[in-house]
C-alpha cells in the first residue's frame, strides 16, 4: 500500500526537485539565485506601485515623508 502525502508539493516545489537533480556550477547556482532574486524584486517593485496608484500618491508625497 502507497502512503498518500497529506500535503502535496506545490508546482514550485516540484520544480525545485527537479533542479536538484542537476548538479550546477558554482557559475550557474550564482546565476540563477540572481534570477531568483530580480523575479521577485520585480514582483514587489510592481505590488508597490499598483497600492501607490490605489492610494493616489506621488513622488511629491514620497518627499514629504523623507522631509519630515
Known amino acids: 500500500m502507497q502512503a498518500q502525502n497529506k ?3 506545490s508546482n514550485i516545489q516540484v520544480e525545485l526537485l527537479k533542479l536538484y537533480s542537476t548538479d550546477l556550477s558554482e557559475t ?3 546565476e540563477l539565485k540572481e ?3 530580480q523575479f521577485y524584486a ?3 517593485i510592481y505590488s508597490a506601485n499598483e497600492k501607490w496608484k490605489e ?3 506621488s513622488d511629491n508625497d514620497m518627499d514629504n515623508w523623507l522631509n519630515k
Open 42 to 44: 520585480k514582483k514587489a
Open 28 to 30: 550557474d547556482l550564482s
Open 35 to 37: 534570477q531568483l532574486a
Open 7 to 9: 500535503t502535496p508539493l
Open 55 to 57: 492610494k493616489g500618491l
